[in-house]
């Protein structure tokens, strides 16, 4: 692996940064009010590590078992990362995922709930989540839908005492995302949840417009997923 490889991963994370702060600033917000989650599934850790090296500290992964090959190692050498699981989460894998991830991002069932309290009165710490929301209502996507949405966010944090942080969503392929970004936006606000994680490479800016939190961007950052 050349110098160049890790430079091209830089140069794109900074021009990220910059795009960044570009939407903040279009859309009055002040600068550093959205969290860039840089997403490395499929990259192998020396592609991650110059972004580790650079300073930044907040990471997505989509698999338990991916990410658990690969961050580890790059925990210890850097104990200040934050990782947030942003892919599906089968209950019998919660242990693993808690142990690994600091925030779950993909919470959207009650089983998957029971599993996360058990978990986290088990080892005397409780999981940072957020509800993802099928803001499509398409059939084959995760996520709660919004007609559910309201009364599985209330159970999450009374009947299951989870902290829920915010929402996340994925919004349909085909469609304009702005709809779904304020539709998730609505729906944090009326619950009071203050994080919104909405927005990948191709939409970020219009997510940051609709008060993203956090953005989750992968392809901009290390180019395509080649495997
Ligand atoms: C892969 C992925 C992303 C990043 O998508 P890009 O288009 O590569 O920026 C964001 N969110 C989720 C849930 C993902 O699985």
Redesign the pocket.
């Known amino acids: 692996m050349t110098d160049d490889f890790h430079a091209d991963v830089l140069d794109q994370f900074h021009a990220v940064r910059d795009g960044l702060a570009a939407a903040e600033a279009a859309a009055g917000r002040p600068a550093g009010a959205v969290s860039l989650v840089a ?1 490395s ?1 499929t990259h192998p850790a020396p592609r991650i590590r110059p972004l580790l090296e650079a300073g930044h500290r907040l990471f ?1 992964e ?1 698999r338990v078992q991916e990410a658990l090959a690969k961050w580890p190692a790059l925990r210890s050498a850097f104990p200040d990362l934050e990782l947030h699981l ?2 599906p989460l089968q209950s019998n894998k919660v242990k693993e995922a808690m142990a690994l991830f600091d925030v779950i991002e993909t919470l959207d069932r009650p089983k998957l709930a029971q599993a996360l309290t058990a978990e986290g009165e088990r080892c005397g710490r409780r999981p940072r989540c957020f509800i993802q929301v099928n803001t499509g209502a398409e059939p084959q996507k995760a996520g709660v839908l919004p007609d559910a949405a309201d009364a599985f966010i209330e159970d999450c944090r009374r009947r299951w005492r989870l902290s829920i942080e915010g929402l996340m969503c ?1 919004p349909p392929h085909d469609e304009d995302p702005t709809p779904h970004f304020a539709r998730l936006a609505e729906m944090a606000g009326r619950h009071g949840l203050p994080m919104l994680s909405m927005g ?3 939409d970020y800016p219009q997510a940051v417009a609709a008060g993203a939190t956090h953005v ?5 950052i290390f180019g395509h997923r080649g495997i």
Request: charged share 20%; aromatic share 0%; glycine share 20%.
């Open positions: 997403v599934k997505g989509n942003i892919g994925i990948m490479s191709d989750r961007v992968g392809t901009a």
